[in-house]
């Protein structure tokens, strides 16, 4: 019906497309409502409705071209690992769209996990499990396997202190090899690190999430899962766990570079005084960690195998957010594709004024995206606000069904 009805498409700035329809069409007989055509492009916003059975003779409207591997079932695809961040400002409804994708990835078949790195969790409340634990812990409900983590950095700076102080060197060994540092436990093990831990460094809180993420990455004990769902923790602390590995990354080059500068003065010393210069250790195990640190800092720039979505809700705070918060990914090379504008109140059919003028604040702030050369050309999801608490596996299949299409 579109067709008969097309005076023009004409792709405008933006990687946008302008559609230009020329005569009345009459309503779609299907249970299309009378304000919404959809092309196959994406959704064209009818601008009124005047007559009950018709639209206005001339609409003109906007449309985002769609990236078709921008879609659900291009999330599914294939049996190799895939790794999804969920992040934005707080309380938009990141954990609720991590949960909700976690469950249907696993609903999917994909034996999956979801880990929380937000030290704020609310995962547990999410699927209504504790999951406070810091370990796995099997999602019930479900069919296919679905395990969660909350990251739980407190807890880990206190068995690190308490594990220094109690042994000295080899409690400190089995926690830095149960948080996947083993290899530097030889190194740091007799330095009692725990009291470092009164004054924590910034930055500790996602060091600890990447030592579990690398941790994930790299055991054969995780193998077996082909999808890993992260709830980040609101943006400025996930920029910075992404960005972490590279700040790692150079941080170890300089200790490196460091201990072959005191390594080369301790041999031109030592053949001063005429004892025969001895051959120095590479700094093989920093050498590993750095070659880690890059594995992980390559993963969330992988398009293959990486994706941020990005999670908004249609106000102008948390819109401009996210437009910065893409332009900082952009710049780190993290891929994103797709971006989530949550909490949409629907037409308000009883009248309800406040409703109505709530509506019309978010509709100006969804043209806000249109226009926003950082989003515009994202694959945009609307997902209603919904009358229920988005909470235990039932409500996260409902959630999911609206956003993961
Ligand atoms: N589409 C929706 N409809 C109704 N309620 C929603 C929707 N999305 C999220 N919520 C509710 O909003 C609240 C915040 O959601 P959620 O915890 O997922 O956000 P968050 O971004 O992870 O928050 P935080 O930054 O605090 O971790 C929760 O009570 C959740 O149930």
Redesign the pocket.
């Known amino acids: 019906m579109l067709s008969r009805c097309l005076r023009s498409i004409s792709r405008i700035p933006g990687n946008l497309i302008l559609i230009t329809l020329s005569h009345y069409i009459p309503k779609p007989q299907n249970n299309i409502p009378c304000h919404r055509i959809t092309a196959s492009l994406t959704s064209v916003s009818v601008l009124t409705c005047k007559r009950p059975n018709t639209v206005p003779l001339q609409v003109r409207s906007v449309a985002t071209i769609v990236d078709p591997a921008a879609r659900f079932d291009e999330m599914v695809i294939g049996p190799q690992r895939k790794y999804y961040f969920l992040g ?12 909700s994708l976690a469950v249907k990835f696993a609903d999917h078949g994909h034996p999956t996990i979801v880990i929380s790195t ?1 030290p ?1 969790h ?1 995962l547990s ?2 699927f209504a499990q504790d999951l406070a634990g810091g370990d796995l812990v099997p999602i019930e409900g479900l069919n296919s396997p679905l395990f969660a983590l909350e990251i739980n950095p407190e807890k880990a700076k206190e068995d690190f202190r308490t594990s220094s102080q109690k042994n000295g060197g080899s409690a400190v060994k089995d926690f830095m090899n149960n948080m996947g540092l083993g290899m530097l436990a030889d190194q740091f093990g007799d330095l009692k690190l725990g009291e470092l831990l009164d004054t924590p460094p910034p930055g500790l809180d996602e060091a600890i999430a990447i030592s579990k993420v690398m941790q994930i990455v790299e055991s054969s004990q995780y193998s077996m899962f082909s999808r890993i769902v992260f ?1 980040t ?2 943006t400025g602390h996930t920029l910075r766990l992404l960005s972490l590995p590279d700040i790692l990354d150079a941080s170890i080059g300089k200790i490196m570079k460091f201990k072959q500068k005191l390594a080369s003065a301790a041999s031109t010393f030592k053949s001063v005084l005429g004892k025969a210069a001895e051959q120095q250790d590479v700094p093989d195990k920093l050498q590993q960690l750095r070659e880690r640190m890059t594995k992980v800092r390559d993963l969330f720039r992988d398009s293959n195998s990486t994706e941020f979505v990005i ?1 908004t809700i249609p106000s102008v705070m948390a819109i401009n957010e996210s437009s910065r918060l893409h332009a900082s990914l952009r710049k780190e090379c993290v891929p994103v594709h797709r971006l989530i504008v ?2 949409i109140l629907p037409p308000s059919v009883s009248g309800c004024k406040f409703c109505t003028t709530k509506r019309k604040d978010q509709m100006r702030a969804i043209d806000m995206i249109r226009n926003d050369p950082e989003l515009a050309n994202l694959r945009i999801i609307e ?9 235990g596996v039932p409500a996260l299949k409902f ?1 999911g069904d ?1 956003v993961w299409r």
Do not use: F, W, Y
């Open positions: 934005g400002k707080g309380g938009v409804g990141k954990t609720s769209c991590a949960a937000d704020a609310s409340d999410s709830d923790a609101p999670v949550n909490q997902a209603d606000l919904v009358d229920l608490e988005i909470r959630m609206i």
